[in-house]
C-alpha cells in the first residue's frame, strides 16, 4: 500500500473536484466491492484518489487496494478537495469531527441503515459521481458543538460533535442532577437520566426519542432535550445557536458526558460541562433533486404525497 508524501499542488474548488477521498465504514467488509469500484471509476474519470488509512487497512483484506495512496484525516484534511463517506450516520459522524477544521466538503453514501446524512443509495453511486463531478450538486452547511469538560477549574477533556452532546447516566440506575446555565444565567436545577444538547443535525437522531424537536438544518438553534426527568414540567427547550450553555454536576453517583455517541468522558460531582457553537462547520454536498423534507418522509416513514402531485 502507498503511503501519503507531502505534496505541493494547487487543489480544484469543490464544484471541480480532482483529489477525492474515500472513507469507509471500518468494520464492515460489505462496503470492500463498492468502495473498490467507486475508487476504479474516479481513477478513470481522471481523479487522484486517496484511501483513509484505517478503511485501507481494514478493506484491504477483502479487496486489492494497493494502487491508490493511503493518507491519514490530518493529509485528506490538507489535500482533498472533497471526501467520499461510505457507510452510515456513524462513519460520517466520525469522519466529520476529524475533516472539521479543514473545511473539506463530505458526501455520503449509504451502506448502513437509515442514512440521515449519507443520502446517496448504493444502487445511485455511479450516476451520482457523474454529477458530483460536474458540479451539479447542493451545498448545504451545517454547525458543530464545541464542549469542553472542566474540573476544579482545569480543562479535562473537549471536543466536537456534529449530532448531539448528552450527558448523562452511567452504568448505575439512578438518577443525576445538574444546574443549566444559558449565558450565565440560572435556568433550572434538573433531576432526570441526562439531558441531550443537541444540534439541528442532531435532531433527528437521540433526541428525536426523547421527544425532541425536528430542527431544519437551516434553523440557528440548538435544543435541550431532558431524557426522563423527574419533573414532567421540564419540556425540550430551544435556544440560540449563539447560546453559552454550562451544565453543573450537583449530585451523581456514576455520570458521563459523550459526544456523538462514540467519544466517552466520565464525570464527577462539582465538574462543569460548557458548549457552544463551534468556529467550524461542515459543508455536505447533496445530489441533484434532493430535500431535506423527502429524505424525511422516506426514513421516518411519513406518508407520501399522492402520485400526480
Not at 462513519?91 to 455520503?108: E, H, I, K, Q
Not at 435556568?187 to 426523547?210: C, M, Q
Not at 447560546?243 to 459523550?258: F, G, N, P, S, Y
Request: hydrophobic share 40%.
Amino acid at each position: 500500500m502507498q503511503e501519503f508524501a507531502s505534496m505541493n499542488r494547487s487543489f480544484a474548488s469543490s464544484r471541480n473536484p480532482r483529489t477525492i477521498a474515500l472513507v469507509g465504514k471500518y468494520h464492515s467488509m460489505e462496503i470492500a466491492e463498492s468502495l473498490r469500484r467507486l475508487a476504479e471509476y474516479l481513477y478513470e474519470r481522471g481523479v487522484s484518489v486517496f484511501i483513509e488509512r484505517e478503511t485501507s487497512e481494514h478493506i484491504g483484506k477483502k479487496v486489492d487496494l494497493s494502487r491508490w495512496v493511503t493518507c491519514g484525516f490530518n493529509d485528506i484534511g490538507a489535500h482533498a478537495d472533497l471526501a467520499i463517506v461510505l457507510g452510515g450516520d456513524g462513519t460520517m459522524l466520525n469522519a466529520a469531527r476529524r475533516l472539521a477544521r479543514y473545511c473539506v466538503p463530505l458526501v455520503g453514501v449509504n451502506q448502513g441503515r437509515l442514512g440521515f446524512m449519507t443520502d446517496i443509495a448504493r444502487d445511485d453511486l455511479l450516476t451520482c459521481m457523474d454529477d458530483l463531478l460536474d458540479g451539479r450538486f447542493t451545498q448545504e452547511n451545517r454547525l458543530l458543538l464545541a464542549a469542553e469538560v472542566t474540573r476544579d477549574g482545569k480543562e479535562i477533556a473537549e471536543n466536537l460533535a456534529l449530532n448531539d452532546v448528552v450527558v448523562d447516566k452511567g452504568a448505575i440506575g439512578r438518577m443525576i442532577e445538574f444546574e443549566l446555565f444559558i449565558d450565565g444565567e440560572f435556568i433550572y436545577n434538573l433531576r432526570s437520566d441526562g439531558l441531550i444538547v443537541s444540534t439541528p443535525t442532531g435532531s433527528t437522531a437521540y433526541a428525536l426519542s426523547a421527544n425532541g424537536p425536528i430542527l431544519h438544518p437551516q434553523v440557528s438553534g440548538i435544543a435541550l432535550v431532558p431524557l426522563c426527568p423527574h419533573a414532567l414540567t421540564n419540556r425540550p427547550i430551544l435556544v440560540s445557536d449563539r447560546a453559552e450553555i454550562e451544565l453543573r454536576i450537583t449530585h451523581a453517583t456514576d455520570c458521563r458526558v459523550h459526544f456523538d455517541g462514540q467519544v466517552t468522558v466520565d464525570l464527577s460531582r462539582d465538574d462543569a460541562v460548557r458548549l457552544h457553537r463551534s468556529e467550524y462547520s461542515i459543508c455536505f454536498l447533496h445530489p441533484p433533486g434532493y430535500s431535506y423534507f423527502a429524505m424525511l418522509r422516506q426514513k421516518l416513514q411519513w406518508s407520501e404525497r399522492p402520485k400526480g402531485e
